[in-house]
């Protein structure tokens, strides 16, 4: 997009570029300033080139802060073998799992699609979050490539509390969630020695604190607090609290879901 915006005295110019491969340089920029050519393309970086007219009075504080709100990345979807914007957590894995630039680059034939579509449809599912028909679970976020490939996927699968497995020479994607059990132990197929270990105040809780960005707060840190009165009584009042992070959570209702399913389970 190109704008001119006026207010009073002040005349603001931007331009904004969205990273494609094959982008060319911005003519605004190397018509302004020296040493920039159409050499600088910043193919894959997607960017602001912003310029201010120098009024006192307009910018009596200094310069202002820019800011934007953006989508992100395009990703790849194996159920329409179409690429598009979406913040479907198992599209998003999916993306970061096999993408070369940014992600592991892992290659396509590595990754179980079966697992990752249910996962994606399970995601997409619409259901009632906070009074209101939404989808189950949302990736939005940002990725910190400077981190460890393990860290940012941990963080990604908190979105839709999955796991990443490596089975039968692929990687699947399962989402933590009720399914039919289709084998039933009992005295007659178990061998050997066997207990059941039950929870403790090491791993059981009555007040969950979570983490997240709130679009709604300038995209500030929040809290969602789930506390559960019911399991307090059963814990003999003694107050068992966890805090958990969900970086690519943005929606409070959609993260007190996620929590209250953690505390729950």
């Not at 050519?37 to 960017?47: D, E, F, P």
């Not at 289709?182 to 066997?194: L, P």
Request: one cysteine or more.
């Amino acid at each position: 997009f190109d704008v001119w915006h006026e207010l009073s005295s002040q005349r603001v110019f931007i331009t904004g570029h969205t990273g494609a491969d094959d982008q060319a340089a911005d003519t605004s920029i190397f018509e302004q300033i020296e040493g920039w050519t159409s050499n600088h393309r910043l193919q894959g970086t997607a960017y602001l080139y912003v310029r201010l007219e120098y009024d006192q009075d307009v910018f009596a504080s200094g310069l202002p802060t820019i800011t934007a709100d953006i989508k992100g990345v395009k990703v790849y979807d194996p159920r329409t073998a179409t690429t598009a914007w979406s913040d479907n957590p198992a599209l998003c894995v999916r993306d970061y799992l096999t993408h070369a630039r940014y992600g592991r680059g892992i290659e396509t034939a590595l990754i179980d699609d079966t697992t990752f579509n249910a996962a994606a449809n399970y995601c997409d599912e619409l259901v009632t979050i906070g009074g209101v028909s939404k989808k189950r679970y949302t990736c939005n976020g940002v990725v910190d490539t400077s981190t460890g490939s393990m860290d940012i996927l941990k963080k990604l699968l908190t979105s839709c509390r999955g796991f990443l497995i490596f089975s039968g020479g692929k990687y699947k994607l399962v989402i933590n969630k009720p399914e039919t059990a289709n084998f039933t132990f009992s005295e007659d197929n178990i061998i050997g020695a066997w207990s059941i270990s039950l929870g403790n105040k090491n791993s059981q809780y009555n007040r969950i604190r979570a983490n997240f960005f709130n679009p709604e707060r300038n995209w500030q840190p929040d809290l969602a607090i789930i506390d559960s009165a019911t399991l307090r009584t059963l814990d003999n009042g003694l107050l068992l609290e966890k805090t958990i992070d969900l970086p690519f959570t943005s929606d409070i209702d959609r993260a007190k879901m996620i929590t209250t399913i953690n505390l729950n389970q």
